[in-house]
């Protein structure tokens, strides 16, 4: 027989896997006049970054054939660097250094440079370096059995690769994730990686790669006993090396080849197929290769020789060519320093002495292959040799140590595969998803707004175009103000409509041709202070009293030139100055039209506030016997918990004042309550019944809230009822209602009921996804009851998984609920939860304060069940602390305590008929027994316990059981007994952990971490934004106030002017400013409203500040002429 396997999935990959990483050809055979050219180049005299490079390319060319003289050259490389404190030199020379001392099975080493180079990397930000060393430090983890750090830094370079879009690089980083997962047997995830890679280095046509990929999805496939895939694969992997002529790839895939056809006993094939290979490894002197199909060839033949109808002649033949091949393999081992291999060469031969019953021999080469495989931290190889030494020994009699070997077996499995390495890569596998999500978003939105801002630039360079298209219409209307102004009249068609335009265009030619001006030089500046927008509100920082100041500059400016062009077309028109004494023109009292416009401005501006309305609620004195119906079972609701006789009164009386009033709303809802007392009573039948009557009313008045409620009801009763299919429908389709109705209450509770299903069924990672589902919407809600309720059922999952302190964590928040609620039953199951867990961690007086705490509200209300699990829990802390009491008192005083509460619970679960906890309680007696040195009585309880489980079929009850009774035969000596027991212990072990869920259950936790952790980066933001806009209203307040006073005080001002002469120039300018002052201030009011109307367009932004300027300019000119006529009147 065959104690340890050679042909495990690491070695049919590692050489493929090296060369992936570290992109290396090992081509010795090709390359040593390139060789003699570097070391010729070192003999010269040259620059010390030069003399670094050069080093350390001679030395990535010895790697394979020397990488002792690899290690010194870049050793000297390491020192220059150092010296000249070059920086990327020194990462360089410390990666090298890395690769050649992983090459050598020194891992420890090796990640010691790869992180050192790592960190010189991260302080340059040089990002493709930190890609490389990561993949590095991943391959190392990797090769040490490490999967969860291999992968974590695996995902953390492929992360880097991506943001940086090197494609070769994330090929190759897709490929060692794929790797890693056919080592765990993940062959799914392994696939998909695997293909990932293919994708991207046949679109890259890295031949060699492609080479590589696809040999290693053969791989996969082969570790799945698909031979026809693998064989199809491994000859595409061939093909391709041929093509290439690349002998080393060559070397691989027929070896792999070989092996296939071993594994399905075609010997003939396999052999020619592994000679193949040895001929091409031998002409090339490729050691490693060499040594490799020795070993496979050695294989073979020791499995020939364990054919049953060999002739013992052949058999000892074969078994002498399978010794001499692996006795080769060993040396050339050897001769390259390959502690890997000859760890796996010894355990070949230990295997094969094991088969010819040479016990002693087999033992002594297996012990050098277990001490080697432990100095290199290769665990897969120790857990296999811990496993073939436990055979060796049980085969010779020698019991103890086949016992000690398998336990130390069972330790470094579990140390390679456990539910928390498992979940640990689950998070990591949900992190990785979580980050190229938001990766791909994040591209996805700046590609949206690269293309966003190309069509905006677009469109405002065809806004802007109109714009000055328009201007120059404008400024060669004013050109040619005159001919027009002339020609028009003459085109107008007489009639007495065109006689009364004639005269209105000859009566205000002045209005018109000024009124063309403004429009002129208003638009030239408005357009400027579109333009330069987003400047402004950088350089104001969007204050708006600085962005008045900036605007009334502009506005100044268009003063000016108005003023400037207006004197110049005056002149040229012949325009006479207004003759104010004999207006006669009824005219609209321009000081009410100032106080209109500003009385207006005033409230809009106070009125932008934050309002908030407050409701008063007033109780009906004469009560309507609908309000009556509602009351009566908003009463039911208050007392079905402390008083349900008293409830059910309620609710009856609320059904028969719905029958006498024929309201169908309260008879639907007065069913309801009847059958939550029926539900609450256990009694099942009656529950369904007037449930399915409340949800029939409900369907035929589609009230869909209603219907979702009686669904939901009848789900319960089926899950109660273990009826979880049927349980699952109607918790759908009331969750398909709810989450049409938008009910966060409804979706939350049918949430955690499904979840509630899934945990019945043992199927925890769905149970943990609905439950955290559940949460989520409930926190969004706000809603306590829910939350407590959700939290509970979360610790129950982590519980259930031996999460304890995160298990805790959710059960002090739901307690701390619950109190405040103050649900007596829920408070009980709650509070014995936090007793088992500050049992699990050996707080014992605070588990007891929970569990008399919990037994004293159990027995308040009642309890059975939960009083029985309680007194077995106090049993179990006592029990516990009988080997920690060093004085004789302390110690029978406990055993004493345990024992007592032990047989309160037994004789409570006889009553109850609960077999499961008769079975624990049984158990835990006889472990008191074994301490106490009855082992006798400790047999028979154990047994009996065992015998409960084994008809139960409770796995865990079962594991329990086999565990405690190997304890017990171990302690008494008869360590056949315990061996055999303790072997059912570790398969039962085995079959309850399920590597797959518990990676499930880690994606569930990330997912949710990082979904919160989103939520509360939503909110934060949220309430910054928030705080942000009450500030900034604070401040606009301030600033519109400031601005309205001094509208105010100019105004006032300018109304004293009329008491003043003064020359028409500083006359016109003293008018508008003001105005100027109050139509800056109102746009830089309206902006942000003008904004979200205009979408950032010019031209609407444009047309909409000039539709406010035509609002004020008539005012202006109206308060001008009255100031004007003040003033002549005083002349």
Known sequence: MNFFNPTHPLIKKIIVQIMCLFCILPTAYCQSSFIDSLTTRLSQTLHDTDRVNTLNALSWKLQYNNPDTSIILSTQALSIAKGIQWKKGTAISLSELGVYNFLKNYFPEALKFHFAALKIDEALNNKKGMSIRLGNIGLAYWKQGDYRKALDYHFRALKISEELGDKNKIAMHLGN??????????????????????KIRTELGNK??????????GVVYHNQADYPKALKFYFKALNSAEEMDNKILMSIWLANIGIVYREQDDYLNALNYYFRALKIDEEIGNKNGLAYNYGNIGIVYLEQADAPIVQQRVRDSLL?????????????GKEVGDKNGIARHLGNIGSLYATTGKFKEAEEYLIRALTLSDSIGTLDHSRNFELSLSHIYDTTGRTQLAFEHYKKYC??????????????????????????????AHKLLEKQKRETLIAMERRNLLRYSAIVLLLVTLVVGLLYSRRLLAWLPDKIRVSRKGAKTQRWISVNKQGIVFGLLFATVFLVFETINVYFDEDIERITRSNVIWKTVVSCLFAGMVSLVYFFFERRLEKKLGFEK?????????????????????????????????????????????????????????????????????????????????????????????????????????????????WFIALRINEKLK?????????????????????????????????????????????????????NVYKDQTDYPKALDYYLRALKVDEESGKKIGIATDLGNIGIIYSEQKEYSKALDYYLRALKIREEIGAKNLIASTLGNIGNLYYSLSDYPKALEYYFRALKTGEEIGDKNRIAILLLNIGNVYNDQVELSSEGSIKTENIKKALYYYFQALKMDKELSAKNLFSLTLCNIGSLYTKTGKFNEAEEYLKYSLAIADTLGSLERISLGHQIISVLYDTTGRTQLAFEHYKKYIAAKDSIFNEEKSKDIGKLEMKHELEIAEFERHKKEEEETRLAKLEKTREDKIGYSFILIAVLVLLGGVTLLVRISLPQSLLQIATTVPFLLLFETVIVFMNPYIEQFAANDPAWKLGANFVLSLVIYPIHERVERFVRRRVGRRN
Do not use: C
């Open 177 to 198: 994730i794929g790797i890693v997962y056919d080592e765990q047997a993940d062959y799914p995830n392994a696939l998909d990686y695997y293909f990932r890679a293919l």
């Open 208 to 217: 060699n790669e492609i080479t590589n990929t696809l040999g290693n999805i």
């Open 320 to 332: 002498k060519s399978a010794l001499d091949y692996f006795s080769r393999a060993l040396t050339i």
């Open 411 to 440: 330790a470094t499995k579990d140390s390679i595969f456990n539910e928390e390495k498992s979940k640990d890569i689950g998070k990591l596998e949900a992190r990785h998803e979580w980050e190229m999500n938001e990766l791909e």
């Open 578 to 690: 207004i003759n104010i004494s004999h207006e006669n023109t009824k005219t609209l009292n321009p000081t009410k039209l100032i106080s209109i416009f500003l009385v207006g401005f005033s409230v809009f501006v106070l009125s932008w506030q934050n309002k908030t309305d407050s409701l008063k609620a007033e109780l009906k004195k004469n009560i309507a016997d609908t309000t009556r119906i509602n009351t009566l079972n908003a009463l039911f609701s208050q007392y079905i918990n402390s008083a349900p006789d008293t409830a059910f009164d309620y609710a009856q009386k609320a059904l028969e004042f719905s029958k006498n009033i024929k309201w169908k709303k309260g008879l639907a809802n007065s069913f309801h309550s009847i059958g939550h007392y029926y539900y609450t009573q256990a009694d099942y039948p009656n529950a369904i019944k007037f």
């Open 703 to 755: 009230d869909k809230p209603g219907i979702s409620r009686s669904l939901g009801n009848i789900g319960s009763i089926y899950t109660n009822q273990s009826n979880y299919p049927m349980a699952l429908e109607y918790y759908f389709r009331a969750l398909k209602i709810d989450e049409e109705l938008l009910n966060k209450n409804g979706i939350a509770r049918h949430l955690g009921n499904i979840g």
